[in-house]
């Protein structure tokens, strides 16, 4: 399917790695333009490096912490009218509730909730102007399954959720949509990190795996095309929604 999306400018955050690189992957085999970001410049570089040999299109590397505002700043400058914005961030480490200090949550909100705020704000105004924008926040399934030790960030997650569905409302007869995907167990380095200290790596997915109705792990490459629909010029009348990724693993007829 052509997505329709051709030379279209895409910011995608945290996309060195993981599920930012599979939708940064998917976005440029739909021949958009990339400005991608990491904390890792060398792993950044071998990214985009990767990007314009498999697909031709322009990359611009922007490395550091997306929630640094001086990143914000740098990522605007390389890419100022965006037609897509990619929010992607790392979570906070797992941590139990009673070990948790005001920094960490406040840090875990920053990282979560307010860094995609910001940029939501700074990108929107010119997508409603231009006619066109895609907005896609990678949360987590979280959102709808607490996971215990993860309770900033499915906090933090769930916030954003909240707070930009009334702002998605607000832009959707300008062709502008914002919706969330919430990754379930996919096969990154964010889900091997909650791997407990010892535990055979084989058997604890094969634990994971038990759980899934689809009986496998996702992956990032297969998250990326979900993400690319969502940008795509056949998902304007979808905004405001919450679209697991998860393998049937969040059970609910609703």
Request: proline share 5%; with cysteine; net charge neutral.
């Amino acid at each position: 399917m052509d997505l329709g999306i051709r030379g279209r400018k895409a910011i995608i955050c945290a996309s060195s790695r993981g599920l930012g690189r599979g939708s940064a992957l998917a976005l440029a085999e739909a021949g958009c333009e990339l400005v991608v970001n990491g904390r890792d410049a060398k792993t950044l570089a071998a990214t985009a490096a990767e990007i314009r040999e498999r697909f031709g299109v322009k990359v611009t590397e922007v490395a550091g912490d997306v929630s640094d505002p001086k990143i914000q700043a740098e990522l605007l400058t390389a890419c100022p009218s965006p037609d897509i914005l990619v929010n992607n961030n790392g979570g906070p480490p797992r941590r139990e509730f009673g070990e948790l200090t005001r920094q960490n949550i406040l840090d875990g909100v920053i990282q979560n909730m307010i860094t995609p705020i910001e940029l939501t704000k700074a990108v929107i105004g010119g997508m409603a102007e231009r006619g066109f924008g895609r907005i896609v926040n990678i949360t987590s399934l979280s959102v709808y399954v607490p996971i215990p030790g993860l309770d900033v960030s499915s906090g933090a997650r769930a916030g954003l959720t909240s707070f930009l569905a009334g702002v998605g409302r607000t832009v959707a007869s300008r062709n502008v949509t914002i919706n969330n995907l919430l990754p379930g167990k996919l096969d990154t380095d964010r889900l091997w990190g909650g791997v407990p200290k010892g535990a055979d790596k084989d058997e604890h997915r094969a634990r994971l795996v038990a759980e899934i109705p689809a009986k496998r792990l996702g992956t990032a490459e297969e998250f990326g095309q979900v993400c690319a629909f969502l940008c795509s010029i056949h998902a304007g009348y979808l905004t405001g929604q919450n679209i697991p990724v998860d393998g049937g693993l969040y059970t609910s007829a609703f």
